[in-house]
């Protein structure tokens, strides 16, 4: 169990810019699940995937995000046309379904800075 | 909606003080209730979780107890010790057994100095 891998740690990007963000989740882990986290707040549910199935969206996901699972495996949350509001940490959790028996495992994180 | 408040930090201890961080919260239904810790440079970890009303939930000397009365699950400690020192998040789900969709408090940073 290497638990849940995010890359980058950190991003810098210009205003405007696109960011992609990618999520390694544990293996055997059907669930996947995205928050972000602004300092001093806790984190905040954005979306969540069963399997390759994005299954639910937080209204806090703009038209300018967008998550995907392609193969029930790893996933990447994009950001285009980013904004200074958008400087967050993002969090990337998994499970093993759902039930009180399936916690969720979260990685460290990717760190967005927007200029 | 559904909410959490957590005590404000920071929270400063001595080694083996003991420590208490409140936890309230808002829920419309019958809501399971969590605390989340994140060490320094780490993600957030699972440390206790309580599925119904009068159930204790405890990990690593920690303790919460789930009171509907009062709609509180104030995390406890009896003598913590430097490794203690972390944020601390109290979480609820008020999905039933679909405990992804969590709404966290702020965060109460704890620091214990030996």
């Known amino acids: 169990d290497t638990g849940v891998s995010q890359d980058p740690r950190h991003k810098i990007t210009k205003r405007g810019q696109n960011v992609t963000f990618r999520c390694d989740p544990i293996s055997e882990h059907n669930r996947l699940y995205w928050y972000r986290q602004t300092l001093g707040q806790g984190p905040e549910f954005l979306t969540y995937?069963?399997?390759?199935?994005?299954?639910?969206k937080s209204r806090l996901l703009s038209d300018r995000f967008s998550a995907e699972r392609p193969k029930g495996s790893f996933s990447t949350l994009e950001i285009q046309r980013t904004e200074q509001g958008d400087s967050a940490m993002y969090l990337c959790?998994?499970?093993?379904?759902?039930?009180?028996?399936?916690?969720?495992?979260f990685g460290n994180g990717t760190r967005l800075t927007v200029t | 909606g559904d909410s959490v408040t957590q005590m404000e930090g920071p929270v400063t201890l001595s080694e083996e003080a003991f420590l208490t961080i409140n936890c309230t919260y808002t829920a419309t239904g019958y809501p399971s209730l969590f605390w989340y810790v994140q060490y320094p440079g780490e993600g957030l970890q699972l440390l206790l979780k309580?599925?119904?009303?009068?159930d204790k939930g405890s990990n690593k000397g920690f303790e919460a107890t789930y009171r509907k009365e009062t709609t509180s699950f104030h995390l406890e400690k009896g003598s913590v010790q430097v490794s203690d020192s972390a944020v601390y998040f109290c979480?609820?789900?008020?999905?039933?057994?679909?405990?992804?969709?969590?709404?966290f408090g702020a965060g109460t940073t704890v620091t214990v100095r030996a």
């Open positions: 979480a609820l789900s008020d999905l039933g057994s679909n405990d992804y969709k969590l709404s």
């Open positions: 995937f069963q399997n390759e199935a994005q299954l639910e």
């Open positions: 959790a998994s499970s093993l379904g759902g039930g009180s028996g399936s916690p969720l495992h």
């Open positions: 309580a599925t119904k009303a009068d």
